[in-house]
């Protein structure tokens, strides 16, 4: 699949560190998305993990078991 | 982008993912936060919740619920028909932070969700004028319902 606008950097900066962050984990990333801050298997894991880094407003995610389009329906 | 009070329409970028394929896919989502109905009650850490008109309430994992203080299976449950068949969730009353300022929902909380959270036509969609512009890769919001 591909995709046919160009890409801004801050989309290529995001994208190239949740190719790196670990799956089905909880991420902590900066306010800017230029680098992930704390890695976690739980939500709670992951803020408390995140204020031990000096980043307490950070935005925080979960990635799935594998990347790709979603329907909510993976258990 | 941050749930805190704002004026006007703002535009929310699509936020990019990677695909299965090297590639990537785009989706609409929005940085919230949830805090329980108690005054002062702390709000959880920002985090990122996929925009989904198709979601006919707004749904968090679990876990962010007992990060709360909730106990998600003593809400009301609640069956959810889904595209894969049906779930269980459960049903608790909750502060959501968004754009504009917080707005007090019912919102389901479900083990074992893939992401963090959805931001569906109850309790979401119904507080705003949202435009998908597909060309500028982002959505148009403004608020129309305080409360």
Redesign the interface.
């Known amino acids: 699949?591909?995709?046919y606008?160009s890409?801004?950097p801050?989309?290529a900066v995001?994208?190239s560190i949740?190719?790196t962050a670990p799956l089905n984990s909880?991420v902590?990333l900066s306010p800017d998305e230029s680098r992930i801050v704390a890695v976690g298997q739980?939500?709670?894991e992951v803020?408390k993990l995140?204020d031990a880094a000096g980043e307490a407003?950070?935005?925080?995610?979960?990635t799935?078991?594998?990347?790709?389009?979603?329907?909510?329906?993976?258990? | 982008m941050g749930a805190g009070l704002f004026h006007g329409a703002m535009k929310v970028p699509y936020r990019i993912y990677p695909d299965n394929f090297g590639e990537h896919l785009y989706c609409a989502a929005l940085d919230v936060s949830l805090a329980l109905l108690v005054p002062y009650s702390p709000r959880t850490k920002r985090f990122e919740a996929i925009i989904d008109s198709g979601a006919t309430r707004c749904m968090f994992h679990a876990e962010i619920g007992r990060s709360l203080g909730l106990d998600p299976k003593r809400g009301y449950r609640e069956r959810t028909h889904g595209i894969g068949g049906v779930e269980e969730t459960w049903i608790h009353q909750v502060s959501l932070h968004i754009p504009g300022g917080p707005v007090t929902i019912f919102a389901a909380f479900k083990e074992n969700l893939p992401i963090a959270g959805l931001l569906g036509m109850n309790g979401f969609f119904e507080h705003f004028n949202l435009t998908f512009l597909s060309e500028a890769l982002a959505c148009d919001l403004e608020r129309v319902k305080s409360t």
């Open positions: 699949m591909r995709a606008v890409m801004s801050e989309s995001r994208l949740l190719r909880w902590a739980t939500y709670a803020a995140s407003d950070p935005i925080i995610l979960k799935p078991t594998q990347w790709g389009p979603v329907s909510f329906t993976e258990r």
